[in-house]
Structure formats: structure tokens, C-alpha cells
């Protein structure tokens, strides 16, 4: 079972002096420790070694100490056998969400026996810093613009099984699984299919789908939850996540819009703009921009080296078709090559095929538009929708009022509308080289006074709905509506057809005469 975290000594008990026993302290490693390099190498210099567990919180917290001005690590939970699933964040403000800067997220083996991207992002965090305190403009115009975050290993159960077989006697599946042998990238909510029961319905929103009821009723792993909490809290844009088996970048859906079609290819509303980041990731890759079919992932070059993943092979309850339904957040999976678990010599030249492509994919998060939302107050909109015309896909402003929508080149209509306030809408033309997003924002207005006079009455005149006490200010500000004359009694239609007494009142409300009314 799962080690209860009630009884986490460093959090919820004594001193270590009163005795308390920590049995997550071997898990953990000494983080005070330093990792002793090899002589010579200067203490900025990155190791291209495996880490464990251990090595890499080492890592990530002296990587963090070093640039704390623009960097630091926290958790977002734990694995099912208690060890900590350690983010390290770049930004401008460490720990907090600066109003227009979007947040990037990138994801590493997520299953355990696919140890590159769990590397390449514990090199990655070291470069970040490096280069920033070296002055690379490129560095730190990228950590001043936009929040990154670095989660190295989703699985970190499922590595210790597989880092115990060692590098190039590891199976294909040793260690894919985390401790309660759950595939994590199906372990995720199938929103996939409820999407295309409702696309078939027309004005029907098709994003932000809730998380169905009977998914918790099964075996969700600790790891997933704490994705799904981590999603919650933070307004993610653009997300990555790293595995190993094939040389590829698949973009969703994931799943099949037919359920029996094992291949077929099935686009989301964002088609265009996915693509548009997969070509980023790939294009800046030797690797997989080399014309050779016979290397790896060569069945994929007349593709371009990317492709739609119910187009590779259709599955259910992936992390990315959920990112996509679930939030805002554009995810795509990246297949870093054909070994899962590559030797300690070739990590240095996996390091130099991704680099560029780990950083033109995170530039890429600045494509597109951004604004803010808010009333004639200033006062921000939260939860306001952000609709493109023409793209069944609406994205949501964050709680300061900001949004982020990634946008292909091209004239789009765009509206903003919330509960309570009038649309708004603009034209908007995004030209072919522009490289930054576009500024556009919207200011709402209320509602006029003729939707607030109708709501009392109509409570009022519905039966059985209890007018709030409230709402009685209201109704005495109103202007006082003319005593109405008293009905006189009501006469029956003569033999003889001539109008009714009701005739000159429905009369008046049209040019047509009501005929349609009388019965003789």
C-alpha cells in the first residue's frame, strides 16, 4: 500500500532530537549533499550520467540554489511508494504568476524504463541556470517572459525497476508501469470519447469537459491525481511530454473518433496550430530531419517526422487528449529515440539533438494572442470564454483576468463573453513572421438595467421560487408602474360573430388581425 503521508516526519511531527522515525528518508536522499563530480569539471559544468533518485533532488535543489533569483523546487506530490514527483520552476518571480506570462510545463518519464526525458530536463534546469548567469540574451529573455516548469520523472517507482535491470538489459516494459502496475499515459480520464458524442450536437461546447463521476470509482494512481491537482493550479498553455521507443512527435488526438479503427486519423478543432508546434520540435532536430529511412523513426520521414497520434495507433486515457479537453493546455508527446534506455555514452549526443528543439518548443508558447479580460472598472474577468470563429475550441481567462490562445498565422474573428456581461468582438490578423503574441484585449460591459427589472418579476411570477430578500431594494427602486383600470367582466362571443371584447387588445400588438383566436 501506499506509504500514509499523515505520518511525514519532516512535516507533521516533532524534532528529529525527540526520535521520530522517517522511513521516506533513504527515498529521499540527503539533499544537503553535494554530488561529487569528476576532476576537473567546474561545478557549472553538466554530468551526462544516469541519476537516481537521490542525484537528481540533489541536482534540481543545487541547480535552484544557484539561480534562486530566478529559480526553486517544489513538489506536486507523491508516487505510490512515497517519493516526491520534484517540479524545479524558471521564471522572473519564482512561485508566483506574473499577469501575461505564460506557463510552460514539461514532463519526463512518465513511464519508468524511458529514462531520456528524464535526463534531458535534469540537463536542461542546469543549462537554463547556466546560461543565465553566463548573460545569454536568448536565456533570460525566455526566463523574463515566460514561466517554465521542469517535472524530470513522473514515474519514479517504475525508474528504480528499471535503473535496477541497468542501461541496455533493460526490457521493453521493466518498469513502464508505476508501483501498482498502472500504465500512467492511460490512467487519465477519458474525455476523448465523450468529445465526439458531443460534437455531434450542434452548440454544444466541446472543451472543458468535467471530469465524468465513475472515472474515480476505479483505481486512479497517486501520480495522475497529482498532475490532474498541478493542472488545476496552475493556467498551463503549452506542455510536453518526453518518452522513448520511437523518434516521432505525435500531436492528439489520441484515441480514434471510430471506436473499432485501431489507425485513423482524427484532428482536433486546433489541427493547424498543433501541427505548427510538432514541425517546431522536429524541424530543430538533426535527427529527425535526416533523409536516411533506414535510422530511427525512418518510417516517419515522408511525415515530416510528426503525426497525429490516432493516426499511429489509437488508445484511451492519455495525458495529452486530457490536457487538451480538460484546460487550456496544448500538450503534445515527443519520442525521443528507438532505445528506451540508452547507455551513460550516448546521453551527451542526445543532449545536443534536443537542446535546440526543448527551446524552440518553449518559444513557441509566444504564438498567437494574449490580452486581458476586464469590466469598465479595470476590475479583472475570470473564467471569461475566448472564442475564435470558425475553431470549436474556447479557451478561459485565469483568475487575474489574463488568457493566452495559440493561433496559427491568419484573420481570425475573436469574442470574449463571461456570464453577466455583453461579447465583444475583434478582428484580429496574426501575419505569417510574427514570433510574439499579439496584444488584445477586452473590456466587458454589464448587462443593461432591462435584464434586472425582468428578473424580480419573473421570480415573482413563477411558482414555487422564493424571491430572495435582496431583491427587494431592488424592486423599490424601480419606477412605480400605473394602478392597472379593473377588468370588466369577461362577455361572451354573439351568435351573430362580432368581435370579442379582447379583439382591440390583440389587434394593437399587430398589424395582422387575430382571426386565429376566434371561435364561434
Given amino acids: 500500500m501506499a506509504w500514509p503521508y499523515f505520518l511525514d516526519c519532516a512535516r507533521y511531527f516533532a524534532p528529529e532530537e525527540e526520535g521520530c522515525f522517517d522511513p521516506l528518508e533513504q527515498l529521499r536522499g540527503d539533499p544537503e549533499a553535494e554530488e561529487v563530480l569528476p576532476s576537473g569539471l567546474p561545478p557549472t559544468s553538466i554530468r551526462f550520467a544516469h541519476h537516481s533518485h537521490a542525484q537528481m533532488m540533489r541536482v534540481l535543489k543545487r541547480t535552484a540554489a544557484r539561480c534562486a533569483h530566478v529559480a526553486r523546487t517544489y513538489s506536486i506530490g507523491r508516487s505510490f511508494d512515497g517519493r516526491d514527483l520534484l517540479v524545479i520552476e524558471f521564471s522572473s518571480r519564482p512561485g508566483q504568476h506574473e499577469l501575461m506570462e505564460p506557463e510552460v510545463k514539461l514532463i519526463g518519464n512518465m513511464h519508468g524504463n524511458e529514462v531520456a526525458g528524464r535526463e534531458l530536463l535534469i540537463y536542461l534546469a542546469q543549462h537554463l541556470c547556466t546560461e543565465y548567469l553566463r548573460g545569454s540574451a536568448r536565456i533570460q529573455r525566455l526566463l523574463n517572459s515566460t514561466r517554465i516548469h521542469l517535472l524530470p520523472s513522473m514515474n519514479p517507482d517504475g525508474y528504480e525497476v528499471a535503473a535496477a535491470e541497468g542501461a541496455g538489459y533493460n526490457g521493453w516494459t521493466s518498469g513502464r508501469q508505476n508501483a501498482q502496475n498502472l500504465d500512467l499515459?492511460?490512467?487519465?480520464?477519458?474525455?476523448?470519447?465523450?468529445?465526439?458524442?458531443?460534437?455531434?450536437?450542434?452548440?454544444?461546447?466541446?472543451?472543458?469537459?468535467?471530469?465524468?463521476?465513475?472515472?474515480?470509482?476505479?483505481?486512479?494512481?497517486?501520480?495522475?491525481?497529482?498532475?490532474?491537482?498541478?493542472?488545476?493550479?496552475?493556467?498551463?498553455?503549452?506542455?510536453?511530454?518526453l518518452h522513448g521507443g520511437d523518434l516521432v512527435v505525435s500531436y492528439p488526438f489520441d484515441l480514434s473518433k471510430h471506436p473499432l479503427e485501431v489507425k485513423m486519423f482524427s484532428p482536433t478543432p486546433d489541427e493547424k496550430m498543433f501541427k505548427l508546434l510538432a514541425r517546431a520540435y522536429a524541424d530543430a532536430h538533426p535527427m529527425m530531419m535526416?533523409?536516411?529511412?533506414?535510422?530511427?523513426?525512418?518510417?516517419?520521414?515522408?511525415?515530416?517526422?510528426?503525426?497525429?497520434?490516432?493516426?499511429?495507433?489509437?488508445?484511451?486515457?492519455?495525458?495529452?487528449?486530457?490536457?487538451y479537453l480538460h484546460s487550456n493546455c496544448f500538450e503534445l508527446t515527443v519520442e525521443l529515440g528507438c532505445v528506451k534506455f540508452p547507455p551513460e555514452d550516448a546521453l551527451h549526443g542526445l543532449w545536443l539533438h534536443n537542446r535546440e528543439s526543448l527551446l524552440s518548443f518553449i518559444d513557441m508558447v509566444h504564438r498567437g494572442i494574449k490580452g486581458v479580460v476586464m469590466d469598465k472598472f479595470g476590475k479583472p474577468v475570470r473564467n471569461a470564454r475566448i472564442v475564435v470563429r470558425g475553431i470549436r475550441h474556447d479557451i478561459t481567462t485565469a483568475p487575474d483576468g489574463d488568457y493566452w490562445r495559440l493561433l496559427p498565422p491568419g484573420s481570425y474573428i475573436v469574442t470574449a463573453q463571461a456570464p453577466g456581461y455583453a461579447k465583444v468582438m475583434k478582428r484580429v490578423t496574426i501575419p505569417l513572421r510574427m514570433r510574439t503574441a499579439g496584444r488584445v484585449d477586452f473590456i466587458l460591459q454589464r448587462l443593461g438595467a432591462g435584464a434586472r427589472r425582468f428578473l424580480p418579476a419573473l421570480q415573482r411570477a413563477t411558482p414555487g421560487i422564493r424571491v430572495p430578500r435582496g431583491s427587494l431594494g431592488l424592486r423599490r427602486r424601480l419606477p412605480r408602474e400605473p394602478t392597472p383600470e379593473p377588468r370588466r367582466p369577461r362577455r361572451p362571443p354573439s351568435a351573430h360573430g362580432s368581435k370579442p371584447w379582447w379583439w382591440s387588445y390583440f389587434a394593437s400588438l399587430s398589424t395582422h388581425q387575430p382571426r386565429w383566436l376566434l371561435k364561434y
Fill in 185 to 241: 499515459n492511460r490512467n487519465f480520464p477519458d474525455l476523448t470519447s465523450e468529445y465526439y458524442r458531443l460534437a455531434a450536437t450542434r452548440g454544444v461546447r466541446t472543451d472543458h469537459i468535467p471530469i465524468p463521476e465513475h472515472f474515480w470509482w476505479g483505481k486512479v494512481a497517486p501520480e495522475t491525481k497529482a498532475i490532474m491537482k498541478w493542472m488545476r493550479t496552475v493556467p498551463f498553455v503549452l506542455s510536453a511530454s
Fill in 290 to 323: 535526416d533523409r536516411s529511412e533506414n535510422r530511427c523513426g525512418g518510417n516517419f520521414l515522408k511525415r515530416g517526422s510528426i503525426i497525429n497520434g490516432a493516426d499511429w495507433y489509437s488508445f484511451t486515457g492519455g495525458m495529452s487528449d486530457f490536457n
